[in-house]
């Protein structure tokens, strides 16, 4: 049973750039969350997609997207990328009232 | 607004022996949930223990145990029979409901000596 699985696994982008991570759920899981991590830090809440909507959004600027397609997966957007967005991405998935599984997360360095 | 706080930045342990990491929050629900995640160097967050706001047993997973004091706000792990496998960063979340939003801690790096 594959656990959530996120790609790439590393990215390097210049500023001004536009970056698109991806995440596909854990099995069974219909409910997606990004997290971003930066360097020595605890993960921080983006936003969170459910029925292909988001249902929930952190404290991060508009420059950050995202989107649920039908069969649970996700993407995750960054517009006119700045050096301060270098960071792990991380995806989360779960079902219903359970917690959630992280996926490996993306590295994203910005030059 | 939740918050977290990790006062260890780092903590080690003798390998076998037992090891405490602290986490204090702040919220005004009294319904919630509260987690430890470990962090290995392979980047993946791995959910050590749970514990449900509403009950006031402790949980225990094997090796692993939490001392829940809601009316403090506290939530510490303890970590027994410490192995080297268990080297890794922990934080604490918490959440108002399980699949919401986790709120983490800054996290505490944990090294394991043989």
């Known amino acids: 049973d594959a656990g959530v699985t996120q790609s790439p696994t590393h990215l390097i982008k210049t500023r001004g750039q536009q970056v698109t991570l991806r995440c596909s759920p854990k099995?069974?899981?219909?409910?997606v969350s990004w997290y971003q991590q930066a360097l020595g830090q605890g993960p921080q809440f983006i936003f969170q997609?459910?029925?292909?909507?988001?249902?929930q959004r952190g404290n991060f600027p508009d420059r950050f997207s995202g989107h649920q397609f039908p069969n649970y997966s996700s993407e995750l957007n960054v517009n006119a990328l700045l050096l301060g967005d270098s960071a792990l991405y991380l995806c989360?998935?779960?079902?219903?009232?359970?917690?959630?599984?992280f996926g490996d997360g993306t590295r994203l360095s910005i030059l | 607004a939740q918050t977290v706080t990790q006062s260890q930045p780092e903590m080690s342990v003798q390998e076998a022996e037992t090891v405490t990491l602290s986490c204090t929050y702040d919220?005004?629900?009294?319904?919630?949930?509260l987690f430890w995640y470990k962090q290995p160097p392979s980047r993946q967050m791995i959910l050590v223990i749970r514990?449900?706001?509403?009950?006031?047993q402790n949980a225990t997973e094997n090796r692993f145990s939490v001392n829940f004091q809601k009316a403090a706000k506290s939530f510490s792990l303890k970590i027994s029979d410490s192995q080297l496998g268990d080297a890794a960063m922990y934080f604490c979340?918490?959440?108002?409901?399980?699949?919401?939003?986790?709120?983490f801690g800054a996290g505490t790096i944990l090294r394991v000596k043989s």
């Open positions: 989360a998935s779960n079902a219903g009232n359970q917690p959630q599984h």
């Open positions: 099995s069974g899981h219909d409910t």
């Open positions: 514990q449900e706001a509403y009950k006031q």
């Open positions: 997609y459910y029925e292909e909507e988001e249902r």
């Open positions: 919220t005004s629900e009294s319904d919630y949930y």
């Open positions: 979340a918490f959440d108002m409901e399980y699949g919401n939003k986790l709120v």
